[in-house]
T-cell receptor, first 115, second 115 residues
Framework: AAGVIQSPRHLIKEKRETATLKCYPI?????VYWYQQGPGQDPQFLIS???????DKGSIPDRFSAQQFSDYHSELNMSSLELGDSALYFC??????????????FGPGTRLTVL | AQSVTQLGSHVSVSEGALVLLRCNYS??????LFWYVQYPNQGLQLLLK??????LVKGINGFEAEFKKSETSFHLTKPSAHMSDAAEYFC?????????????FGRGTSLIVHP
C-alpha cells in the first residue's frame, strides 16, 4: 500500500538559511500534519491542514510556515534557520472526510541538520 | 487536556522473554490510544490502536495492549521478545474533540533485547 512520502530525506543547511520540506500524503487522504522530533524527544505537533486550510496549530515558530496544495501535498517552509531547528521532521496524513481521521500514518521523516 | 506518561525510558529484556511497556494517560473525555514503533532513522509505524469496543487490542508483530479505564492505562505487551523488536516505542493519546485528532505522545521507551 502507498505510504506517506517525504522529501528530501536528509537536508543540511547553514544558520540563517531557508529550507523547504515536502510531504505527499497517502492517496485520498485529506489531512496533513507536521511534527518536529528533536534528539531523544517525542514528536511535537507543529501544524495541520484539512482540505488545504489550516486546521490546527501547535508549537510552530513564527519563522516557519506551511501550506497544503490542491493536490493535497504539503510544504513546510523554514526561514532564518537556527541550530536548534536540527531535528527529524515528520509528516503524517489521515482521512477526516473518510471517517478515518482518528489514525495518522507517518512518513519516514526528513532529517534536518543546521550547521 | 491530554497527557501521556511512559514509565521507564529504557526497558531491557532477554530474547524470548515477556515484553511489558507501560503507558498511563490522562484525558477529559474517552480517549483514543495508540502505540507506535520507531526504528532508528525511520518514521513512526502504527503498532495498534484503541478507539472503542474490545479493550484488548491486537497489533502487528505479535504485540497487544489492554485499555484499562479504571487504571487509565494502556500497557503494551508481547509474550516473547525477538531481537528485531529492539526499537523506540511511543504511546499516544488523542481526544478527538472538535474533530481534531492531534495526538499527544509520551516521551518514548527504548526497548533493548539481549541475545
Amino acid at each position: 500500500a502507498a505510504g506517506v512520502i517525504q522529501s528530501p530525506r536528509h537536508l543540511i543547511k547553514e544558520k540563517r538559511e531557508t529550507a523547504t520540506l515536502k510531504c505527499y500524503p497517502i492517496p485520498r487522504h485529506d489531512t496533513v500534519y507536521w511534527y518536529q522530533q528533536g534528539p531523544g524527544q517525542d514528536p511535537q505537533f507543529l501544524i495541520s491542514f484539512y482540505e488545504k486550510m489550516q486546521s490546527d496549530k501547535g508549537s510552530i515558530p513564527d519563522r516557519f510556515s506551511a501550506q497544503q496544495f490542491s493536490d493535497y501535498h504539503s510544504e513546510l517552509n523554514m526561514s532564518s534557520l537556527e541550530l536548534g531547528d536540527s531535528a527529524l521532521y515528520f509528516c503524517a496524513s489521515s482521512s477526516l472526510a473518510g471517517g478515518k481521521g482518528i489514525t495518522q500514518y507517518f512518513g519516514p521523516g526528513t532529517r534536518l541538520t543546521v550547521l | 487536556a491530554q497527557s501521556v506518561t511512559q514509565l521507564g525510558s529504557h526497558v531491557s529484556v532477554s530474547e524470548g522473554a515477556l515484553v511489558l511497556l507501560r503507558c498511563n494517560y490522562s484525558s477529559s473525555v474517552p480517549p483514543y490510544l495508540f502505540w507506535y514503533v520507531q526504528y532508528p532513522n525511520q518514521g513512526l509505524q502504527l503498532l495498534l490502536k484503541y478507539t472503542t469496543g474490545a479493550t484488548l487490542v491486537k497489533g502487528i508483530n505479535g504485540f497487544e495492549a489492554e485499555f484499562k479505564k479504571s487504571e487509565t492505562s494502556f500497557h503494551l505487551t508481547k509474550p516473547s521478545a525477538h531481537m528485531s523488536d529492539a526499537a523506540e516505542y511511543f504511546c499516544a493519546v488523542s481526544e478527538g474533540s472538535g474533530g481534531s485528532y492531534i495526538p499527544t505522545f509520551g516521551r518514548g521507551t527504548s526497548l533493548i533485547v539481549h541475545p
